[in-house]
């Protein structure tokens, strides 16, 4: 009897030991979110869903679009001494870097997402591919329009995004251009990706007396400036306008005919490959070959570009957004 109280009190035991282990080894991952607006709050929900699905503690900070804020709240996740990943979304692709090296000086991984950060050791990256964005942004709206009068409003200088996708749609427009069949009028990055510069850049335009025809606007915040000012002008549904991210109020003004598209990304795909991705590396296990690498100014960075991006105009709505439960109907088209 006592042989068997003995074995099952050491039974016991081991069961508390390991179950003690897996909970010291419980990885713990920080988010770094830099930009805000509609579209990031729904990447911050399905990174934190998708994190403890896979048993990590998440700390996450929010910088409201703030450069120094953001430093200062990823020092303070470091220094705190939990930390075996941290993801960054940053609000300057050039600066986050003194944040990556500060991270890895304390044995901790990072990871960049939707955005990469120059110059410094990152792991990975993860993002979608905002050249294809670019073009499907431009593809669409020449389609429709495809000689004429462009305008192309950039996103802000300091997020590499936007030269991404500046390339993806002079992949498309370029040839036009030197067949004569369009001509680009405005051509600017607004900083901050700022509505109301938007707003300001394309009002100040019409009110001297230029013409537009389109307008490919990097992003639906952009839109959201140019959309007023077109209907300022009275030239809503006159003028093409792209953007990106099937933000609510950019999917209304599609349904009211203000605005001519926007790229839809599936943000859960992303999320699900970057938290895959962080517990990986907080296991310190291999990532998988990637097959990609993006070239960040100090190393060749492995990276993985997710192919779910799709364009959106009023034909297909329903079918991708409202389908995929990305918004519901009411959002979009209100209550009946």
Request: proline share 3%; hydrophobic share 40%.
């Amino acid at each position: 009897m006592r042989k068997l109280a003995r074995t099952l009190f050491t039974l016991l035991a081991s069961i508390i030991l390991v179950a003690s282990c897996a909970r010291e080894h419980k990885p713990v991952v920080g988010i770094s979110m830099g930009p805000s607006h509609e579209r990031w709050s729904k990447d911050i929900m399905y990174l934190t869903q998708q994190l403890e699905l896979k048993g990590a503690e998440v700390m996450l900070r929010e910088a409201d679009g703030s450069e120094t804020e953001q430093a200062k709240q990823a020092q303070e996740l470091i220094d705190d001494g939990k930390l075996d990943v941290l993801i960054i979304i940053p609000v300057n692709s050039e600066s986050a870097g003194i944040i990556v090296d500060y991270a890895k000086a304390r044995d901790i991984h990072v990871i960049s997402y939707d955005r990469i950060i120059k110059n410094c050791d990152l792991d990975c990256h993860l993002s979608f591919d905002n050249v294809r964005i670019g073009e499907i942004q431009a593809e669409y709206l020449t389609k429709i329009k495809p000689k004429g009068k462009y305008a192309i409003l950039g996103g802000a200088s300091e997020d590499n995004n936007s030269s991404l996708l500046r390339i993806g749609q002079m992949n498309i427009l370029q040839p036009l251009i030197i067949r004569g069949d369009i001509q680009v009028v405005l051509d600017q990055n607004i900083e901050g990706w700022d509505p109301e510069k938007a707003y300001q850049v394309v009002n100040s335009f019409l009110e001297g007396g230029g013409k537009l025809d389109a307008i490919i606007s990097s992003g639906d915040q952009l839109s959201k400036g140019v959309a007023r000012a077109l209907a300022e002008q009275g030239l809503d549904k006159k003028v093409l306008l792209s953007g990106q991210d099937a933000q609510v109020d950019a999917c209304r003004r599609i349904v009211e005919g203000t605005q001519t598209m926007t790229v839809y990304k599936v943000i859960e795909s992303l999320a699900s490959s970057t938290a895959q991705f962080a517990i990986m590396l907080a296991q310190h296990q291999q990532i998988p070959n990637t097959l990609a690498t993006i070239n960040n100014g100090s190393k060749m960075v492995p990276a993985v570009l997710v192919p779910s991006i799709f364009p959106v105009g009023q034909e297909n709505i329903r079918m991708t957004v409202i389908a995929d439960g990305f918004l519901n109907e009411e959002e979009v088209f209100g209550a009946n």
